[in-house]
């Protein structure tokens, strides 16, 4: 029982002396919370196309030395082959006289005769209306058709009246009508004016088309006469330098209606 009564005791003495302080209201103010807003970092993307090449494996080249099983390629220098030009053996066995009412020719054996009648109303070298508009024209054509010789016949309305032109700027300008894409300057060679015994006149000249031409390798030689009653056109074409024997014995052998008349 004393040791209750001293805890009471001790109890009021307690409770007497001390003051008791209310403890403090505790307010809890909501925080505001402030959201910085993040920055997106985009990282740019940036597609790269490689592209694989495979290239083949090198064949190994063999050496001189050192391989075997292996025979090395021929290096012998290949000599080159020219081919000959085609020339008649004996062109002068080997030749047919053809002759008519305009002119003789020989031409060699074999080769093909045609003939036509074609119009030719008009003529730059003698004017208009100094022609008859009907022309005769003979080819002699090769076996295999890569030369002939041609010959046109035209006929003068009125005899004796056309003179030939003997200025080469004249026959150069009736290259360039055949040949669209050349100057006549820079393919006529060897142009010469001859006349025959009888006075009657001619006219000479090669055409030799160059390479930078479409019509290349076109070539040929040309003799335009004048007589009393006719013009003539005689070409040889083909190549000139490897027939050259063939083309001088036709020219040589020529004769036009006069002299041909003549010699009968």
């Given at each position: 029982?004393?040791?209750?009564?001293?805890?009471?005791?001790?109890?009021?003495?307690?409770?007497?002396?001390?003051?008791?302080?209310?403890?403090?209201?505790?307010?809890?103010?909501?925080?505001?919370?402030?959201?910085?807003?993040?920055?997106?970092?985009?990282?740019?993307?940036?597609?790269?196309?490689?592209?694989?090449?495979?290239?083949?494996?090198?064949?190994?080249?063999?050496?001189?030395?050192?391989?075997?099983?292996?025979?090395?390629?021929?290096?012998?220098?290949?000599?080159?082959?020219?081919?000959?030009?085609?020339?008649?053996?004996?062109?002068?066995?080997?030749?047919?006289?053809?002759?008519n009412n305009d002119f003789s020719v020989s031409y060699p054996q074999g080769w093909e005769v045609v003939n036509e009648?074609?119009?030719?109303?008009?003529?730059?070298?003698?004017?208009?209306?100094?022609?008859?508009?009907?022309?005769?024209?003979?080819?002699?054509?090769?076996?295999?058709s890569s030369l002939n010789f041609t010959a046109l016949t035209m006929d003068f309305v009125t005899v004796d009246k056309?003179?030939?032109?003997?200025?080469?700027?004249?026959?150069?300008?009736?290259?360039?009508?055949?040949?669209?894409?050349?100057?006549?300057?820079?393919?006529?060679?060897?142009?010469?004016?001859?006349?025959?015994?009888?006075?009657?006149?001619?006219?000479?000249?090669?055409?030799?088309?160059?390479?930078?031409?479409?019509?290349?390798?076109?070539?040929?030689?040309?003799?335009?006469?004048?007589?009393?009653?006719?013009?003539?056109?005689?070409?040889?074409?083909?190549?000139?330098?490897?027939?050259?024997?063939?083309?001088?014995?036709?020219?040589?052998?020529?004769?036009?209606?006069?002299?041909?008349?003549?010699?009968?």
């Amino acid at each position: 029982m004393k040791f209750l009564a001293v805890l009471i005791l001790i109890s009021l003495v307690l409770a007497a002396g001390c003051t008791t302080t209310p403890p403090k209201k505790i307010i809890n103010t909501p925080a505001t919370i402030t959201e910085t807003p993040s920055l997106a970092v985009t990282t740019p993307f940036t597609t790269t196309s490689t592209q694989i090449i495979i290239l083949p494996t090198p064949t190994p080249v063999p050496t001189e030395t050192g391989f075997t099983g292996y025979t090395l390629p021929d290096r012998t220098p290949v000599p080159l082959v020219t081919e000959s030009p085609k020339i008649l053996v004996d062109p002068v066995s080997n030749y047919t006289l053809y002759s008519n009412n305009d002119f003789s020719v020989s031409y060699p054996q074999g080769w093909e005769v045609v003939n036509e009648i074609m119009r030719y109303p008009s003529n730059r070298m003698c004017g208009e209306n100094k022609l008859k508009p009907e022309a005769r024209l003979l080819t002699f054509r090769s076996a295999d058709s890569s030369l002939n010789f041609t010959a046109l016949t035209m006929d003068f309305v009125t005899v004796d009246k056309c003179d030939i032109k003997t200025t080469i700027d004249v026959w150069q300008d009736t290259i360039q009508p055949r040949f669209f894409d050349v100057a006549g300057p820079s393919a006529m060679t060897n142009f010469e004016v001859k006349y025959s015994e009888f006075k009657t006149p001619s006219v000479n000249f090669d055409v030799m088309i160059p390479q930078s031409s479409v019509f290349y390798p076109a070539e040929y030689s040309e003799r335009d006469i004048v007589s009393y009653t006719h013009f003539y056109t005689f070409r040889f074409n083909g190549n000139l330098t490897g027939w050259k024997e063939v083309k001088d014995t036709m020219f040589r052998s020529l004769k036009t209606e006069e002299r041909a008349k003549v010699v009968r």
